[in-house]
């Protein structure tokens, strides 16, 4: 989403040495009857609440949360929307069954989006930064049938600087009662607050993993927009970036993560089920030459985007739980 107009022994929880940990479990539901859920007939049109960012919002006052409310919608995979997605990002597999785990987050894009533009939410959506996912494949998704998508709002944190706001999204298919797949994004938004920054140098520690070169396109934005159905401008061009604070474009981050799984998993088996998370700490304009790090600890691997400074720009875990090339679809 970028910035607006981030049972078993084998789940215990994993630590990097930046502190960042992979979900041990994540909710399949809220935690309250009460959340009224708007049910779609078809994804949200991604241009109309574009349009609706530029409506006035009163804002949030320190201390008070975001309403909870949520939003369902039946949604399908297609074909060539999946391989565009898979081959933008660095896979080139051509098992035609396979859905990494990141992209059912791309795919709910348009009902975050939804949430965010909702009548409840209090602030404008201009300037919400994503900051943080965490992900649970259970199961494998199945392209070829369609997902029943829950999103909503969960709790809210006041930070220096401003709130973060969690939202749930889940993805079921066969009527299962367990969602295959789960995920919580942690949204931050500025605003007013009297509480006073805590940030560490320390937080930024880089893994000692082998280094290699991150090359970007200036037009990547461009390319990987229309298959995330994220035109947000400060990925586009330099002028629409500047409108923003930017001086040049910059990568959506859930690129960034897709990209540095493929390098790190080419195989897509190894992507359908597993835990992740992922944490956006600085964006990476357009064009760019850096570095990215990985370093694999037990049976988890680690990836690091630096940014032409050197700092800490996305920090990536992933424990795969794999699936053979003679499993079903339908199984791990």
Sequence with gaps: MGKL??????MNTTHSTEG???PHDLPAQPNSDQISFDDLSESPSMLKMYLKILKPRPGLKEGDSVPKYGVECMMKISQDWLNAYTQICGWTS???DLVPIT????????????????????????????????MIAHKPIDPKLPLKVKSWIGETHWKAR???????TTVSQND?????????????RTAKTSQKSTHSSKTDQLINGDEQALQLSANL???YAPIAGDFNPIHLYPITAKLFGFKRPIIHGMWTLGHLLSEVVPDLHQLCCGRLAVRFRRPLALPLKSTWRHQTAANTKFMQALDPRGKLAVDIAFEAKEISSTTDVNEC
């Design 103 to 134: 992209a059912p987050q791309v795919l709910a894009a348009p009902l975050h989006m939804y949430l965010l533009t909702h009548q409840l939410f209090p602030s404008s959506a201009l300037g919400v930064v994503h900051a943080e996912n965490e």
């Design 94 to 96: 051509s098992n035609q």
């Design 20 to 22: 960042i940990t992979l």
């Design 5 to 10: 107009v981030g049972n078993t022994d084998s």
């Design 162 to 168: 401003g709130f973060q706001v969690d939202m749930y």
């Design 176 to 188: 299962e009662e367990k969602p295959r797949w789960l995920a919580k994004t942690s949204l931050f």
């Design 221 to 223: 934005g461009r390319r």
